[in-house]
């Protein structure tokens, strides 16, 4: 058996070449990602940056704990309450304090650098913030030039190498109390989790009243008593001082985006790769029916014909894998490294020593092999001692009836789960572990009846080609729709590729221009102006100046949370706005679905349909921002949408958290210039970018970027590599096999240069195959992501991303022509009645 092995790998290096090539890849991409995805699960202990050398803080209770039958559950605070300045004056009584207050700041036109590297940011990407300068040796921040500031209108900032701020410079500074020049009288080196400007602490107590926190020189455990009294406010020591950090959570969400998108890498690696391979050992066996029948006649059973089959799969599997497993060692540091130069990952993020995912890479490699290997090996043991001799090389078309029925499977299984979700939870299929996962079931439907499909498919395709004069087209079209096998056998990897790049990046983009439009439709103002992410908040002046601008009709909001518990067990917190109804009814439109809007108050709360309870009048328990509980009656619902309808408060509801969005609209008979030219004024005085609700539009709801974007090239890159290696292989083994075909062209009296032409328009055919079934895939896909939104009331098209899909098809054509014409060119070198005499 074993020297039957090696032979037929010896006589046919080019079959188990290209399985080998694209299992070791499969296997390395595989052990990539298993090695980078155990890094996070072993990720290095984070010390407190903000305040690591405070030795006691007290801040706001940032943290919702809520006994439950099954024990604690917590969820975070989204706004903290203010230490109150009787506990800040009593903890002064216990040793040395100094209270925190942060603020957002602008800095005119000059680059600060809050990491050293020149780019006037922190680690983190945060904007510049200010600080009182008695907490800054709580970093701690060490002056590297000049002095502390002393009085009003002096700052302290911090400057790395690539900064052109010097001490004794002047620069602009806004703040939430407003703009004005201010002289640097000193520098410290950046801290890399922050862009900071320190003031006076009497400054910084009048720009922001409220103390955020306060660090205590004293004994830890009568900190804790002076606080007892006060359950809003939380004590913290040792690692606990990281919970004060900007963005605190930041490396765990980027932890959770990379375990996504290595993840999906991963899972689309190995479908792709058992698709690979088992279409390449499909092939292959069907190009030694006549190899099997002769065994069969000397005397081998079917089941020595699998176990021959089997043996090739392991052995291909064995070596194939060892070389993945070596490629993922190489492979995954540059990954790691990658993904930190991207910012997907934390900086700290490094490949570490474990080695499980190489043993399991390796041995999903050899499950792949074999896997591939099962329909191939059952069709070679079906094969007649007689039978196989006498076969035609015109393919029947037909299958058997265990494909089929696993295809009708497959396919009923993937229409049956989104006729569910549209059903039962239209959003479902908006989610995006829904739409990287639903394509797969309807790709490996329709590869599975490719042997049915492609005959018509090719028929229609090339039907005018075959009407136009001369042979090409008819050779073509003929060639094709004989050679059954391989032309499914090339479409397949075509129809994987062009379905995943339509499907995956289609239905992002769809969803991306159905949130824009439904935050057109909503937004009505004409004039918004909002923070930046990650907690910022506007100017109070800003917002007192729009209120006073003639013809305005202005609506400031606060982005808050709400907290229920979810069948007594579940601590579930849901994004919340806080507004007027009266101010919000004047600038926008939204979707109210049961209720009134307009009877918001301070007793009530507006939901969507996804939201616990959707009963208007219906009274329900929550825990608001800042930790308190109370009692809201339901008095509206909205439509659920695309998931960015969230619940709505009062200001008397969100205490603790800053405006954060104004949306100002003109009155009707105002003159939309003057408001917008007094708007813009008002903006350039308080330092706050104000746009138009278009701009703001697009601002927000841009296309797919970030790790999102870079996750679905990914996905697509390793598509279209598989492809390149399937279509390499499976041209090179089919010219091998039409050497005699194209002979007999040759004596017929074609030239070489009409060989290779119809060669080439043949590959160019069967890709233009593979394309249209990938295209149906794709328009299914995209039809129930329509579907969805329709029937969440979103009006939006599909979006169909024709520059990835052609650039897809573009590639695979070039590949499939390259592979198909460069083998024929290298065989027709010998003379065509050498060619015609041979035989298998």
């Known amino acids: 058996m074993l020297s039957l092995v090696l032979q037929g790998i010896r006589t046919r290096w080019v079959t188990f070449a290209g399985s080998f090539i694209a299992l070791a890849l499969g ?26 050398a405070a030795p006691v803080l007290v801040r706001g209770e940032d943290r919702l704990r809520v006994e439950t039958p099954i024990g604690v559950r917590t969820q975070k605070l989204t706004d903290p309450r203010p230490v109150p300045a009787k506990l800040a004056a009593e903890l002064a009584g216990l040793g040395r304090t100094a209270q925190d207050r942060t603020f957002p700041v602008s800095v005119g036109n000059t680059v600060l650098d809050g990491d050293g590297d020149g780019d006037g940011e922190g680690a983190d990407g945060r904007g510049t913030v200010g600080h009182p300068w008695p907490v800054a040796a709580a970093a701690p921040y060490r002056l590297t030039s000049g002095r502390a500031p002393a009085a009003a209108g002096e700052v302290v900032v911090t400057a790395g190498d690539g900064s052109a701020v010097r001490t004794g410079d ?35 107590a009048r720009i922001s009243p409220d103390i955020d926190a306060v660090v205590v020189h004293a004994d830890p455990a009568a900190v804790r008593a002076a606080v007892r009294r006060d359950s809003a406010m939380a004590v913290l020591t040792g690692d606990d001082r990281r919970r004060a950090d900007p963005d605190p959570d930041r490396d765990a969400e980027a932890l959770v985006s990379v375990n996504a998108l290595l993840g999906t890498a991963a899972g689309i690696t190995a479908f792709v790769s058992v698709f690979v391979v088992a279409s390449t050992f ?89 896997a591939g290997a099962v329909a191939a090996a059952h069709r070679a043991g079906r094969t007649g001692p007689v039978e196989a001799l006498r076969e035609s090389a015109v393919d029947s078309g037909s299958m058997p009836l265990s494909r089929v029925l696993l295809g009708a499977a497959v396919l009923l299984t993937g229409i049956v789960l989104v006729a569910a979700l549209l059903v039962q939870d239209p959003g479902g299929v908006l989610k995006r572990k829904t739409y990287l996962t639903q394509p797969m079931l309807l790709i490996t439907g329709f590869a599975l009846f490719a042997p049915v499909l492609v005959r018509p498919v090719t028929r229609f395709l090339t039907w005018l080609p075959a009407q136009l004069p001369g042979a090409t087209g008819v050779l073509t079209r003929e060639n094709a729709s004989a050679g059954l096998r391989r032309t499914a056998a090339v479409a397949a990897p075509v129809i994987v590729t062009v379905a995943l790049a339509a499907s995956l990046m289609g239905t992002t983009a769809t969803i991306d221009a159905a949130k824009a439009a439904e935050a057109r439709t909503q ?21 007192e100046r729009a209120r ?18 979810e069948e007594g067990t579940a601590l579930v917190r849901s994004e919340a706005r806080a507004v007027d109804p009266a101010d919000a009814a004047a600038v926008s439109a939204l979707p109210v679905v049961a209720g009134r809007f307009a009877d918001l108050d301070d007793g009530g709360i507006v939901v969507n349909e996804e939201w616990l309870t959707t009963t208007i009048g219906e009274r329900v328990g929550v825990w608001l921002g800042d930790g308190r509980k109370v009692t809201l009656r339901v ?8 998931g960015n309808n969230g619940v709505y408060l009062t200001p008397h509801n969100a205490a603790g958290a800053g405006i954060d969005r104004i949306d100002v609209g003109v009155r009707t008979g105002a003159d939309r210039s003057a408001v917008g030219k007094q708007l ?71 030239t070489k240069a009409q060989v290779l032409r119809l060669v080439g328009v043949e590959a160019l055919a069967v890709v233009a195959v593979g394309a249209v079934l990938g295209a149906v895939v794709a328009a299914l896909n995209l039809l129930g992501v329509r579907t969805a939104l329709g029937r969440l009331d979103v009006g939006s098209g599909v979006v169909v991303p024709w520059g990835t899909v052609g650039l897809v098809v573009a590639a695979s054509a070039a590949l499939a022509v390259v592979f198909a014409v460069l083998p024929a060119s290298l065989a027709l070198r010998t003379r065509p009645v050498e060619l015609a005499g041979t035989r298998e």
């Open 170 to 204: 002047r620069i602009t500074v806004t703040t939430p109390a407003g703009s004005g020049s201010r002289t640097v009288v000193g520098t410290v080196r950046p801290a890399g989790f922050e862009t900071a400007v320190f003031f006076t602490a009497a400054e910084a």
């Open 27 to 52: 296997v390395g991409i595989v052990a990539t990602t298993g090695m980078a995805l155990a890094a996070t699960f072993a990720a290095p202990h984070q010390g407190p940056e903000r305040f690591a």
């Open 635 to 642: 008095v509206a619902v909205l439509s659920a949408g695309t």
């Open 680 to 750: 813009y004024a008002a903006g350039r005085a308080t330092g706050t970018d104000v746009r138009t609700t278009a701009q703001w539009v697009t601002a927000n709801h841009p296309r797919t970027g970030g790790s999102t974007r870079l996750g679905l090239l990914m996905i697509l890159a390793i598509a279209l590599v598989y492809t390149g290696i399937a279509l390499a292989n499976t041209q090179v083994m089919a010219t091998a096999d039409r050497v005699r075909d194209l002979a007999v062209l040759r004596l017929a009296g074609a």
């Open 548 to 565: 006073h601008i003639p013809g305005a009709a202005v609506s400031a909001s606060r982005s808050t949370s709400v907290t229920v518990l």
């Open 523 to 543: 937004a009505t103002a004409d004039f918004v102006a909002a923070a930046d992410g990650g907690g910022g908040t506007l100017s109070p002046r800003f917002a």
């Open 282 to 370: 499909s092939y292959g066996v069907a190009q030694r029916r006549r190899e099997f029948g002769l065994l069969r006649t000397a005397g081998a059973t079917p089941g020595q014909v699998r176990r021959l089959v089997y043996a090739e799969a392991v052995l291909v599997g064995v070596l194939a894998s060892a070389a993945g497993c070596r490629l993922g060692l190489l492979g995954a540091p540059r990954l790691a490294s990658w993904m930190v130069g991207e910012g997907i990952a934390p900086h700290w993020f490094a490949i570490g020593d474990q080695s499980w995912p190489l043993h399991a890479a390796f041995w999903t490699g050899l499950a792949v092999a074999l």
